[in-house]
Nanobody
């Protein structure tokens, strides 16, 4: 069992930055691929970024490529999402997710554990 707790969301002006953190419980964190997803009101949950078990490989949605960076610190059981040049369309609840496998996927269904989410609001 893995428990995930996100933090770092908030209200920011367009062009600003936020850093999300996701703290994981459990001894197998370092063996799990991790992902960030987001869900805006009235829309389906969508892939944002993901990283492999050792941080050696990462992937991004086209909409955030070049602006967002995912990273992880296995010693701290934490994964991060650095978000720069934020846009109003980035407004959503952001979820951290973990999958019981070392390689990342972009589909929601591939992830086994989810956090409760953290709200990110970008004002224009």
């Amino acid at each position: 069992q893995v428990q995930l707790v996100e933090s770092g969301g908030g209200l920011v002006q367009a062009g600003g930055s936020l850093r999300l953190s996701c703290a994981a419980s459990g001894r197998t964190f370092s063996m799990h691929a991790m992902g960030w997803f987001r869900q805006a009101p009235g829309k389906e949950r969508e892939f944002v970024a993901a990283i492999s078990w050792n941080g050696g490989d990462a992937g991004y949605a086209d909409s955030v490529k070049g602006r967002f960076t995912i990273s992880r610190d296995n010693a701290k059981n934490t994964v991060y999402l650095q978000m720069n040049s934020l846009k109003p369309e980035d407004t959503a609840v952001y979820y951290c997710a973990s999958r019981s496998g070392g390689y990342y996927y972009t589909a929601v269904r591939e992830y086994d554990y989810w956090g409760q989410g953290t709200q990110v609001t970008v004002s224009s």
